[in-house]
C-alpha cells in the first residue's frame, strides 16, 4: 500500500525556518518523481518543487527559489522541505506528492504557519 507522511509544520516567525519530512511506504523514492506543493487558505494548490527519480531537483517555484531546498534520504524513504527565511505568504498546508497535476499522490499535509 502506498502511503506518505509529512510531517514537521508549526507555528513559526517570519524570518525563521522549518525543516518539514515525508515518510513513504509502498514504493522506492529511485523509481518515482517526487514533489512539494502547498495550499495557502482560500487559494489553489501550488507547486513549489520537484524532484526526479535519480534525486535532481527538476523544478524550483520563483516564489520559493533561495530559500527552500528539496532533499531525500533514500534508506530512510524520507523526504525533506528545508525552508528559510520564512514569510507570512509561506502560511498553508504543505504536501508531498507521488508524482505531479491531478494524477499525483499526495499525502494528508502539514500545517505551516508564519506570523508577521
Known amino acids: 500500500q502506498v502511503d506518505l507522511v509529512e510531517s514537521g509544520g508549526d507555528l513559526v516567525q517570519a524570518g525563521g525556518s522549518l525543516r518539514l519530512s515525508c515518510v513513504v511506504s509502498g514504493f522506492s523514492l529511485e523509481d518515482w518523481g517526487m514533489n512539494w506543493a502547498r495550499q495557502a487558505p482560500g487559494k489553489g494548490l501550488e507547486w513549489i518543487l520537484g524532484m526526479n527519480s535519480d534525486g535532481r531537483v527538476s523544478y524550483t517555484a520563483a516564489s520559493v527559489r533561495g530559500r527552500f531546498t528539496f532533499s531525500r534520504d533514500t534508506a530512510k524513504n524520507t523526504l525533506y522541505l528545508q525552508m528559510n527565511a520564512l514569510k507570512p505568504e509561506d502560511t498553508g498546508r504543505y504536501y508531498c506528492?507521488?508524482?505531479?497535476?491531478?494524477?499525483?499522490?499526495r499525502g494528508q499535509g502539514t500545517q505551516v504557519t508564519v506570523a508577521s
Open positions: 506528492a507521488q508524482g505531479t497535476g491531478n494524477a499525483a499522490l
